[in-house]
């Protein structure tokens, strides 16, 4: 309620002062000199939030702009920014850029650890529906390793965290994901399995329905033989 109560508002705001937006975007210059200054870094930020709420109007000259930013922009702040909202956009036409955008990303930065890593983290934290699906698919990309932690997280601990809408969907499917990554990383990494664990510990601040499915997923993991100490505290410890 509060994801789409939120988005309904940024709509609202984006429409009653599109032209305030359209300004404050069309006045940065994409192929200007990248200076890490505090002025050029506020500049690009105000600009990007300009973008983000032209975004929402789903207008193809708009979304046309965007795909320009990620073509010529000549600073991963300003990539990475078109490439989040040409992915999250539920626009037809910026799905199928997005996904040219996204096989291009990678086949550049394929062998730069930490780009690929935030490559994987924009994909996880879609808003949009069926993310969970994309997520699993991405698990057996080239570009992910499931015994990497930086990984791991990237992927894994970005849908469950920072993905509400997706990860707490109704259906308990988020829920499920997460148990079956625990229980397969309690022997290969308990460290990174305890803390993974955090989204579903928080079961009691949410509604009775999603209570149960959480809780569920938690006696699942506790009921695993050779339960790791580190799995096994947070766990004894979520369920009391």
Request: with cysteine; hydrophobic share 40%.
């Amino acid at each position: 309620a509060i994801h789409y109560s939120r988005t309904t508002v940024r709509k609202t705001i984006a429409r009653e002062l599109r032209e305030e937006f359209e300004k404050i975007y069309k006045a940065y210059d994409h192929e200007q000199t990248y200076f890490a200054t505090a002025d050029a870094i506020a500049a690009r930020s105000l600009k990007n939030v300009a973008l983000a709420y032209l975004m929402l109007s789903g207008d193809e000259k708009i979304i046309r702009a965007c795909e320009q930013q990620y073509l010529t922009a000549n600073n991963m702040t300003d990539v990475m920014a078109a490439l989040t909202q040409l992915t999250n956009a539920e626009a037809e036409l910026a799905q199928e850029l997005s996904g040219n955008a996204l096989a291009k990303f990678y086949e550049r930065w394929q062998d730069e650890s930490l780009v690929v890593n935030q490559w994987l983290t924009v994909q996880a934290t879609c808003s949009l529906p069926n993310t969970l699906a994309r997520v699993k698919a991405l698990e057996v990309h080239n570009g992910y390793d499931s015994k990497n932690p930086n990984k791991i997280r990237a992927l894994i601990s970005s849908f469950c965290n920072n993905n509400a809408i997706n990860f707490h969907d109704k259906d308990g499917d988020g829920y499920q994901f997460l148990a079956d990554k625990i229980i397969l990383l309690n022997m290969q990494n308990p460290q990174i399995a305890s803390r993974l664990l955090t989204p579903l510990t928080k079961w009691k601040k949410y509604t009775p329905a999603r209570q149960v499915l959480m809780k569920k997923q938690l006696e699942r993991i506790m009921a695993e033989p050779n339960l790791s100490k580190d799995v096994f505290e947070v766990v004894s410890k979520s369920l009391v």
